[in-house]
């Protein structure tokens, strides 16, 4: 039994703040505010409390807007990322602080600085979740306002990330130059090289020159896929391209955003899940998340009656500061396709069509399948997306972590002190005491 324990694949397990997005339910009685410390301080010692990896913060750089309003159903007003998680550094010992930072409209040298303090003040727990931007609107908030074209925003990206790791290796024993085609600095920097040696970095995307960059670039790849067999595709896939960065499989992890709903039968937990999906999508948000594809206002819909018979107005501004959804014709016909195969309203094909990565049942069983995907090569873990703001990992980590401990697939104590000790990522050495390739 111990050398079967010890050949299982180890499950690695993150906490996603909630209420970034429509998956709050903000209407249930126990979910609490986005901004009060003790919301972040709750779900932090609870992650911690279920030995995860690290806690995660997403990021907006402007408020949401639809039909030319801030839009009313969306999250108004968070606090800025490493502020939030600085504070946790004090009210936390292991678990590792991830923080979205966009690449697109910051400067290197600064976020080099702010991730070695947030690495130094939380003893090695720092991860930097690399996000871009070629959102025109966004930029509007900064002094180059949209400047960058959307096909400069990796190569962008990947020379920040280069720049950043050259200034944490430089630390405050040697000077630094870098010239570039987006970037050239040269001086000092003022903060000793951070106790990872490079903190954690993270990237969140699908796409074809997101899953590159994330091989070249990135320890963690934060996804989503709805089945084991799209989870098998993507990870092999992606595992492939580490090679030609003279890179190993386990150097980089694969961890899609998932959702977990548990309930003492198979049949309650469905019917939680169904609830819960029913309150994520109220009727307002069917119709937005509809004038989000269609790109005209459809406020005289029913959201109980069927989807339009026309096709959607491309690019049309509507909505300003959302995820790009891709090609609105194609997704069109989809939902279209979808609503006419099942007979589905307006509320329920949004509700069918955008359901996140789900994992619903027992304990047990929601135990059994994470750990199956993990086995099966379709993961390494999982970032934990909770419908409630602060408490919605309680049960989780009450009812699923010791079962995944029982079949020997996760910790039942933290080994190390860093998060790339749990992760099971090499300290990198300095660039300056690296053998040439």
């Known amino acids: 039994?111990?050398?079967?324990?010890?050949?299982?694949?180890?499950?690695?397990?993150?906490?996603?703040?909630?209420?970034?997005?429509?998956?709050?339910?903000?209407?249930?009685?126990?979910?609490?505010?986005?901004?009060?410390?003790?919301?972040?301080?709750?779900?932090?010692?609870?992650?911690?409390?279920?030995?995860?990896?690290?806690?995660?913060?997403?990021?907006?750089?402007?408020?949401?807007?639809?039909?030319?309003?801030?839009?009313?159903?969306?999250?108004?007003?968070?606090?800025?990322?490493?502020?939030v998680l600085n504070a946790l550094a004090a009210v936390t010992d292991r678990l590792g602080l991830a923080a979205t930072v966009n690449a697109t409209f910051n400067e290197p040298y600064e976020i080099a600085r702010r991730f070695a303090s947030l690495d130094h003040l939380s003893g090695g727990r720092a991860a930097w979740n690399v996000v871009t931007s070629s959102d025109a609107f966004t930029g509007e908030n900064f002094r180059r306002g949209g400047y960058l074209d959307r096909a400069d925003?990796?190569?962008?990206?990947?020379?920040?990330?280069?720049?950043t790791r050259e200034l944490w290796d430089a630390g405050t024993e040697r000077p630094f130059r870098h010239d570039g085609q987006h970037f050239t600095v040269e001086g000092e920097f003022t903060v000793p090289r951070p106790p990872q040696g490079h903190p954690v970095v993270i990237q969140a995307g699908d796409s074809d020159e997101g899953r590159e960059f994330a091989a070249s670039a990135a320890d963690v790849i934060f996804t989503r896929h709805g089945t084991l067999e799209a989870g098998q595709v993507f990870y092999a896939d992606v595992k492939a391209r580490l090679a030609r960065y003279r890179r190993e499989p386990d150097d980089l992890k694969i961890m899609p955003g998932v959702t977990v709903v548990l309930g003492d039968t198979a049949a309650e937990a469905q019917e939680k899940a169904s609830e819960i999906r029913r309150r994520q999508v109220s009727p307002q948000n069917a119709i937005l998340a509809?004038?989000?594809?269609?790109?005209?206002?459809?406020?005289?819909?029913?959201?109980?009656?069927?989807?339009?018979?026309?096709?959607?107005?491309?690019?049309?501004?509507?909505?300003?500061?959302?995820?790009?959804?891709?090609?609105?014709?194609?997704?069109?016909?989809?939902?279209?396709?979808?609503?006419?195969?099942?007979?589905?309203?307006?509320?329920?094909?949004?509700?069918?069509a955008s359901s996140r990565q789900s994992f619903i049942g027992t304990p047990d069983a929601v135990a059994a399948e994470l750990d199956a995907f993990v086995q099966g090569d379709a993961a390494d873990g999982f970032i934990l997306v909770p419908h409630l703001t602060p408490g919605g990992l309680d049960d989780f980590v009450d009812d699923v972590v010791p079962l995944l401990q029982e079949r020997g697939a996760f910790r039942t104590?933290?080994?190390?002190?860093t998060l790339r000790s749990h992760l099971g990522l090499r300290t990198p050495a300095p660039h300056h005491e690296r053998t040439p390739a």
């Open 1 to 83: 039994m111990t050398s079967t324990r010890t050949a299982r694949k180890q499950i690695h397990l993150a906490a996603h703040f909630p209420g970034v997005n429509n998956t709050t339910v903000w209407a249930d009685p126990r979910s609490k505010s986005q901004i009060d410390f003790t919301s972040f301080e709750h779900l932090a010692r609870t992650a911690e409390r279920g030995l995860f990896d690290f806690f995660f913060l997403a990021e907006g750089l402007r408020l949401r807007e639809h039909k030319g309003r801030i839009h009313d159903l969306d999250v108004v007003g968070r606090p800025e990322s490493l502020t």
């Open 153 to 163: 925003r990796y190569t962008r990206a990947a020379e920040f990330v280069e720049l």
């Open 290 to 352: 509809l004038e989000q594809i269609w790109g005209v206002d459809l406020s005289s819909y029913d959201p109980d009656g069927p989807l339009p018979d026309f096709d959607p107005v491309v690019d049309s501004g509507l909505t300003q500061g959302r995820t790009h959804r891709g090609d609105v014709l194609t997704l069109a016909e989809k939902w279209r396709t979808l609503s006419h195969a099942k007979g589905l309203s307006i509320r329920q094909t949004v509700i069918e």
């Open 413 to 417: 104590e933290y080994e190390g002190t």
